[in-house]
């Protein structure tokens, strides 16, 4: 049968550490412009959402998978989704757990909406702009969901920083064994794990650049962005970079 490139990056190694120093760079880098600037979360994220919204329709617009383009995309929402939950989380005074409620909401109700209209959530699926922008729109609202919940459970959690990565890590590496040992959900998996990484990048980030006495190494936030945006640059430029395949005219497998 015959087969056609995604428009998103093979799953890979590579991918999930390219995504995880996306993860900590959106935390460290969001946290850049709204405490560090002092601009606030509000026109933080009016910031970040205007190249988020470029970059997206950028990308369902490219007629094929351009590796620069779908990670400046994934790092825009990264940051976005940092300021965001702040937003919601702080300013609009839900709290963490509100926070976490409310967008694990709109998480699920977008897989929902996305499984409905398309059969399937799965990656290997976005080959047309109506399935990438359910993918964009999954993505974002993944990783401001991510933020709420890192912040949960090293702040009100009491898993402090270290604790939260921990926390977050052990249960990425549950879901590897699921996947090694295990018939569960391919498709599952990845949107469990994809979530997991964003928690795991702010506690991570947040570990990096808050102060001593609240339990961080209190590095500069923007030396620490542009150590990581260098990070993921020299990975993307040495690591194979390919798009996902889809069997084109095989029915797509459901989740």
């Not at 912040?151 to 270290?162: E, N, P, R």
Request: aromatic share 10%; glycine share 12%.
């Amino acid at each position: 049968m015959g087969h056609t490139a995604t428009k998103v990056p093979a799953i890979t190694l590579g991918f999930w550490m390219i995504k995880i120093l996306a993860t900590t760079l959106g935390e460290t880098g969001g946290d850049t412009l709204s405490m560090t600037y002092d601009l606030g979360y509000l026109v933080s994220s009016f910031i970040f959402f205007v190249p988020l919204a470029v970059l997206v329709l950028a990308q369902v617009r490219a007629t094929r998978f351009r590796p620069w383009l779908y990670w400046a995309t994934i790092v825009a929402s990264t940051t976005a989704g940092t300021t965001m939950a702040d937003l919601a989380t702080r300013s609009l005074g839900i709290g963490y757990p509100g926070g976490t409620l409310l967008l694990g909401a709109l998480v699920a109700g977008s897989l929902l909406v996305w499984k409905v209209v398309n059969g399937t959530v799965s990656v290997e699926t976005v080959v047309s702009a109506r399935t990438e922008v359910f993918y964009w729109l999954t993505i974002t609202f993944s990783q401001t969901l991510g933020t709420a919940l890192g912040d949960w459970a090293a702040d009100d959690g009491g898993f402090g920083y270290l604790g939260g990565a921990a926390l977050f890590g052990g249960l990425l590496l549950a879901v590897v064994a699921l996947w090694a040992f295990t018939r569960s959900s391919r498709v599952a998996l990845f949107w469990v794990a994809f979530v997991l990484t964003r928690p795991l990048g702010a506690t991570v980030g947040d570990f990096l650049d808050k102060p001593l006495a609240k339990g961080g190494l209190d590095f500069s936030r923007p030396l620490a962005t542009g150590v990581l945006v260098v990070g993921i640059v020299v990975l993307i430029a040495i690591l194979p970079q390919r798009a996902g395949r889809h069997p084109g005219s095989v029915a797509p497998a459901t989740s």
